[in-house]
């Protein structure tokens, strides 16, 4: 009877996802994999996420500090919130056009999380290492970390679409409610399976060093070519009349590789009835989900057996760049804050989850201007006749990895080499972080912005080279304050959990509105002003300078 009651109590206090994948028991059976191991990998694994490592600085005694929780759930309500802008597609009666916007946004927010995030998870040697060396098999170990991850990305991704699948169910019927359910279900598990067939095929040809340029590049090309498919993805839709809200739709076979669209085509049958295009795109779908679904199989136990080769990297001395030495004794003031410079270059030069992390975000900051520069230019016009307000904020698009590098700072794989820290001076965190600030400055975001000039300046003449000088001072003001913000630890002691994997777009969300007001009242200021961009030049000089010497001091 007691035993009884303490399973019942037991079950009640299981997590709703483990009682939800409790009911696919069969079918991870049926795959080969041991479900009674792999839930009990899971379950230890979603207990450790839902823990914080103390940090070096400012330990907390609170109760609330100590309660295991998992922040990740905790913050979901904010994606639901900003997803409210997208209830605007149901003032257009064209299905296809809504939810053609729906699945770009949420294949955009989705890839990115999966690849910026969760990649860090998935290439994870440690489980090969623990595990591995117990009578687990590879395929069990493999499906855990696969259920881990979707565990967060389907909260994230519904998250993400709940406000328009709630609106669907009330303007557009039950029936289409619940294909939506079933379609964002199905995108986020493409997302998973592609980015897991992507690694396991990259993992089977490279190793060492070369693997890890291999992964980093590859990252980068997703990241272009999720931006380069929402570009397209405009180009097939034309609002007719605004004022009555008509959209002509120019869809084809010929925007097949589109796969968003192939998610699309279920509710143009739906609403329009029979079309040789929608029924081709539907069966692209379907065997699409299918290759997916075979393709995982034969690769869900390969990317584990492979992750050793990432280990196999031969120790190289690295010798310090020109740039590295130069801005060292340009931006550097004390032998301190020199030591720490070199060691954040280094450090971001080698760690392949720093890199992992980041380089999404700068592909995404860096092809969205360029995409835009060239839209602008479209038609045949002269560069000079184009309104030159157009290029004058596009650099300020690299702005938007600023929060991501506010993040990934934070984090190191070799965080438990923190307490080296413990062993420095306390005014030693003003210059750790100053250093760590110029090392992003210059090393990242200084070749995207000056990338981005570097085209303006070519193309237009040196017309707008305060602005532009302005707005790379802006941005390094602005790196230094969300820095200020955002890393309450010394850099780089933190150990990178799942459940904090939303951080980067959560900061993005905070930072975005203030920074938007900012930047464009400085572009107006600029350029409806007479002189006003000399003195803007003089105020963000002297803020650049106050900060590079005295910034973070406390």
Request: include cysteine; proline fraction near 3%; hydrophobic fraction near 50%.
């Amino acid at each position: 009877m007691m035993r009884n009651g303490l399973d019942k109590e037991m079950y009640e206090s299981t997590p709703i996802y483990l009682k939800l994948i409790d009911k696919l028991a069969p079918f991870y059976t049926k795959i080969g994999v041991d479900y009674g191991q792999m839930r009990t990998i899971l379950e230890t694994k979603m207990i450790m996420d839902s823990r914080r490592d103390p940090v070096i600085q400012g330990m907390s005694s609170n109760e609330d500090e100590r309660e295991d929780k998992n922040h990740f759930f905790r913050s979901l309500w904010v994606y639901a919130l900003v997803s409210v802008f997208m209830l605007f597609l149901f003032v257009y009666d064209n299905w296809v056009f809504q939810y053609t916007t729906y699945f770009s946004y949420l294949f955009i927010m989705v890839f990115f999380t999966m690849l910026a995030n969760f990649s860090t998870i998935l290439l994870d040697t440690k489980d090969a290492d623990l595990i591995g060396s117990k009578p687990v098999s590879q395929k069990t170990i493999g499906a855990a970390k696969a259920t881990h991850i979707s565990i967060y990305l389907i909260s994230f991704t519904f998250a993400v679409g709940l406000v328009i699948i709630l609106s669907t169910f009330y303007f557009n019927g039950i029936l289409a409610g619940i294909l939506l359910i079933i379609l964002t279900l199905l995108a986020s598990l493409w997302t998973l399976g592609l980015t897991i067939i992507l690694y396991a095929t990259v993992l089977k040809h490279f190793d060492g060093e070369r693997l890890k340029n291999i992964i980093a590049y590859s990252q980068i090309s997703v990241s272009i070519f999720m931006v380069a498919g929402y570009y397209l993805m405009g180009q097939i839709f034309e609002i007719i009349d605004p004022s009555t809200f008509l959209v002509e739709m120019d869809l084809s076979l010929g925007h097949a590789l589109l796969f968003p669209m192939w998610f699309v085509a279920p509710f143009g049958l739906l609403q329009e009835g029979f079309k040789m295009v929608y029924v081709i795109y539907t069966l692209f779908l379907f065997l699409g989900t299918i290759g997916i679904g075979i393709l995982y199989y034969i690769n869900s136990d390969k990317i584990d057996r492979n992750l050793q080769k990432m280990n196999k990297t031969k120790m190289r001395v690295s010798e310090r760049s020109l740039l590295e030495n130069g801005t060292e004794k340009l931006l550097c003031l004390s032998s301190l804050e020199k030591a720490y410079y070199h060691f954040t270059w280094q450090l971001t030069k080698n760690e392949r989850e720093f890199k992992t992390r980041l380089y999404p975000s700068i592909a995404s900051a860096l092809v969205f201007p360029l995409f835009i520069f060239f839209t602008t230019l479209r038609g045949g016009q002269s560069i000079t006749s184009q309104n030159t307000l157009t290029f004058s904020y596009l650099p300020y698009f690299t702005m938007l990895s600023i929060p991501m590098i506010a993040v990934v700072t934070q984090f190191s794989v070799n965080h438990k080499g923190s307490w080296i820290f413990e062993l420095s001076p306390g005014r030693a965190k003003g210059p750790f972080l100053r250093a760590v600030t110029k090392v992003m400055l210059v090393k990242i975001l200084l070749p995207m912005y000056s990338f981005i000039s570097l085209l303006i300046l070519v193309l237009m003449g040196f017309t707008q080279s305060v602005h532009l000088l302005n707005g790379f001072l802006l941005m390094s003001v602005i790196l230094y304050f969300e820095m200020k913000r955002s890393v309450k630890t010394l850099p780089f002691t933190r150990k990178y959990a799942a459940s904090e994997a939303n951080q980067g777009c959560l900061s993005g969300l905070i930072f975005f509105v203030p920074v938007f007001i900012v930047s464009i009242s400085m572009i107006v200021l600029q350029t409806f002003i007479p002189y006003a961009e000399w003195g803007v030049l003089l105020l963000l000089i002297s803020i650049n300078i106050w900060w590079i010497k005295k910034g973070f001091d406390e």
